[in-house]
């Protein structure tokens, strides 16, 4: 069964500073991979997407991350930091298992931007 | 661009009453998926469906839950006897399962209020 692993809780960055959200996952193949970003009381918002070819990926909003085989890492990256950044960041791992795909999420990294 | 919709936003409901959350899936999706997220938790699987059948449940996905696909749009979670551990967010998803595209597409959620 895939799992996924985001070992920090809560992140403070000042705005303008880089940042980097880590996630490790579990899964027996080639996964696929997902960052989402939810905002309190709001839906989850698709931030970027791994399925194959170039590990390092582009997202929304100016993220990327990049998928690391050899560390089983999918760490999402910003170079610069903005307040409407702050919100809580979920890194997922899909897995096909008889045709269709279910999601395991981590327990979310809740982002804190001050001035 | 297409989305999947949730009705209604918030529902409150007693003890003890039976709720049905609707979700209308993607028109070409194969695929459907309800999920829950516990207020400040991670977002968990309950339940995949394909092909007018469950696919796949989780162990939070006991006899008081019920999943339906009454006509060619809807996509229902009932849950028969509310529990105040039911209060949750709940997202519907789903997924085309054809081609090479393995993204969720996840709705605004509804959220649920058991008194």
């Known amino acids: 069964a895939q799992s996924v692993t985001q070992p920090d809780i809560h992140i403070t960055v000042s705005e303008g500073a880089s940042l980097e959200l880590r996630c490790n996952y579990s899964?027996?193949?080639?996964?696929?991979l997902f960052w989402y970003v939810q905002s309190p009381g709001q839906g989850l918002q698709l931030l970027l997407k791994?399925?194959?070819?170039?590990?390092l990926v582009q997202g929304i909003k100016g993220f990327e991350a990049e998928f690391k085989r050899s560390q089983s890492s999918f760490n999402l990256r910003k170079p610069s930091v903005h307040w409407s950044d702050a919100a809580e960041y979920f890194c997922?791992?899909?897995?096909?298992?008889?045709?269709?795909?279910?999601?395991?999420f981590g327990t979310g990294t809740k982002l804190q931007v001050i001035p | 661009e297409p989305e999947v919709t949730q009705t209604p936003s918030h529902q409150v409901t007693q003890m003890g009453q039976e709720v049905i959350l609707r979700c209308v899936p993607i028109?070409?999706?194969?695929?459907f998926y309800w999920y829950r997220q516990i207020l400040g938790q991670k977002v968990e699987f309950l339940v995949s469906?394909?092909?007018?059948?469950?696919?796949?449940k989780s162990e939070i996905f006991d006899d008081q839950f019920s999943v339906e696909r009454p006509d060619g749009s809807n996509f229902t979670l009932k849950i028969r006897s509310t529990k105040l551990e039911d209060s949750a967010m709940y997202f519907c998803?789903?997924?085309?399962?054809?081609?090479?595209?393995?993204?969720?597409?996840f709705g605004p959620g509804t959220r649920l209020t058991v008194t």
């Open positions: 997922a791992v899909g897995a096909r298992s008889g045709g269709y795909q279910k999601v395991t």
């Open positions: 998803a789903s997924i085309a399962g054809q081609g090479n595209t393995y993204e969720q597409y």
């Open positions: 791994y399925f194959s070819g170039d590990t």
């Open positions: 469906f394909y092909n007018n059948e469950i696919s796949e």
């Open positions: 899964y027996g193949a080639t996964p696929y």
């Open positions: 028109s070409n999706h194969l695929y």
